[in-house]
């Protein structure tokens, strides 16, 4: 096979791989190469859905069968995740709303078990898909669609501003863009403040888009590179097939020790970026859901 050849088979097969199931929801047909607003990414949908409903069913269950004694097996490693989102709480707020534990208890297990699809072989379920269910494109790792991660980081958005309106209040919140950062007390120069307005309201405007938009490319910037990688090593190992026993020691065996090596960094990846989404949602929610009980 000629050079350019496997050039182009490489790279139809990373474009493959990195390609979303998507409906065109204007003609209400499969389009993956639709760019526009009308499209839904269903494989990303179906995987974080499925995920959520495993994420509940095992919480809930083990939620019912709690009991005093020792817990073993799953109801331990639950209730250490239970007890490891309090205690960030805790310590980043004592005084936050009672549902800042819960809502971040859910980000962290539920990011965390979009990440870990990505330790599965990339092409396993793909394939499966495309055999069993003539699906031609699969992505199975949610949070390596930025849709989903700004969907995710939209939320907490949202939730900001709730948590805000219920503390302070509409004249709260107004008075609070209004002064922050800047705003004379006293003094002559007092008179300032009237023209510092649209500056802090300015200001104040780019510190919460920033919010969203970090949360949501952080997370997807981390998953997307590495699944990009997977797949890049999954293309080096390929060419052992390419090259008789030299390219089978070189490419295959080498392959597989680079993608062990990569999954088991990965696997320190997954767990710290749930955990930073995790914990940046808390001082956002934290923050404002204590302002009222700082203030007396």
């Known amino acids: 096979m000629a050079a350019s050849e496997v050039q182009e088979d490489s790279g139809a097969y990373v474009l493959h791989h990195l390609t979303n199931l998507r409906l065109n929801l204007q003609t209400m047909k499969f389009d993956p190469g639709y760019k526009g607003f009308w499209a839904l990414d269903l494989d990303s949908i179906f995987f974080a859905i499925l995920l959520g409903v495993i994420f509940l069913f095992f919480f809930i269950r083990v939620a019912r069968k709690a009991n005093a004694g020792v817990p073993t097996g799953i109801e331990n490693f639950i209730e250490m995740c239970v007890e490891f989102v309090q205690g960030q709480v805790k310590e980043i707020s004592p005084h936050a709303n009672s549902l800042v534990a819960p809502l971040g208890l859910?980000?962290?297990?539920?990011?965390?078990?979009?990440?870990?699809?990505?330790?599965?072989?990339?092409?396993?379920l793909p394939y499966v898909g495309e055999k069993v269910f003539h699906l031609h494109h699969l992505r199975i790792v949610p949070s390596t669609d930025i849709n989903v991660t700004f969907g995710l980081s939209l939320s907490v958005f949202v939730l900001?501003?709730?948590?805000?309106?219920a503390y302070k209040g509409p004249i709260g919140l107004a008075k609070e863009f209004a002064t922050h950062p800047f705003f004379v007390k006293s003094g002559p120069m007092v008179v300032l403040n009237v023209l510092l307005i649209p500056v802090n309201i300015v200001l104040r405007l780019v510190e919460d888009i920033a919010k969203p938009v970090s949360l949501?490319?952080?997370?997807?910037?981390?998953?997307?590179?590495?699944?990009?990688?997977?797949?890049?090593?999954?293309?080096?190992?390929?060419?052992?097939?390419?090259?008789?026993?030299?390219?089978?020691?070189?490419?295959?065996?080498g392959g597989g020790l680079i993608q062990l090596a990569w999954a088991i960094f990965h696997l320190l990846v997954i767990p710290l970026q749930a955990f930073v989404f995790m914990v940046l949602t808390i001082v956002y929610l934290a923050g404002a859901s204590t302002s009222h009980a700082e203030e007396h």
């Open 106 to 124: 859910t980000i962290f297990v539920w990011v965390l078990l979009m990440n870990v699809m990505d330790i599965l072989p990339i092409d396993w």
């Open 160 to 165: 900001i501003y709730i948590f805000n309106f």
């Open 216 to 253: 949501a490319l952080r997370l997807f910037g981390n998953l997307f590179a590495g699944e990009l990688i997977f797949v890049l090593i999954a293309v080096f190992a390929s060419n052992a097939f390419d090259h008789g026993v030299a390219g089978f020691i070189g490419f295959g065996i």
